[in-house]
């Protein structure tokens, strides 16, 4: 059973950075394509970014050349580095796989 577990969220002022990991256990990292959502009160989920498990990275238009996902398979993690943070951004972040979420981890972004 494939669990993942997010860290890494908090307050930070605007045009600050964050790194967000997600650790999965349970099944083989590699083989899984790999997804950061994000949630605020009231609204849908949204996709954030997204690391194939061949490395191909995919980026919505709003955190394009502000946000970067990676992944190590050797240590079964996928991160966000999140930097040039905005009001906007703030929200509930969540790791999928497959169909398996996370927790989520709260990001906040204010002055």
């Known amino acids: 059973q494939v669990q993942l577990v997010e860290s890494g969220g908090g307050l930070v002022h605007p045009g600050g950075s964050l790194r967000l990991s997600c650790v999965m256990s349970g099944s083989i990292f590699s083989r899984y394509d790999m997804y950061w959502y994000r949630q605020t009160p009231g609204k849908e989920r949204e996709l954030v970014a997204g690391?194939?498990?061949?490395?191909?990275?995919k980026y919505d238009d709003s955190v394009k050349g502000r946000f970067t996902i990676s992944r190590d398979n050797a240590k079964n993690t996928v991160y966000l580095q999140m930097n040039n943070l905005k009001t906007e951004d703030t929200a509930v972040y969540y790791c999928e796989a497959g169909v398996s979420w996370g927790q989520g981890t709260q990001v906040t972004v204010s002055s």
């Open positions: 690391i194939l498990n061949g490395g191909f990275t």
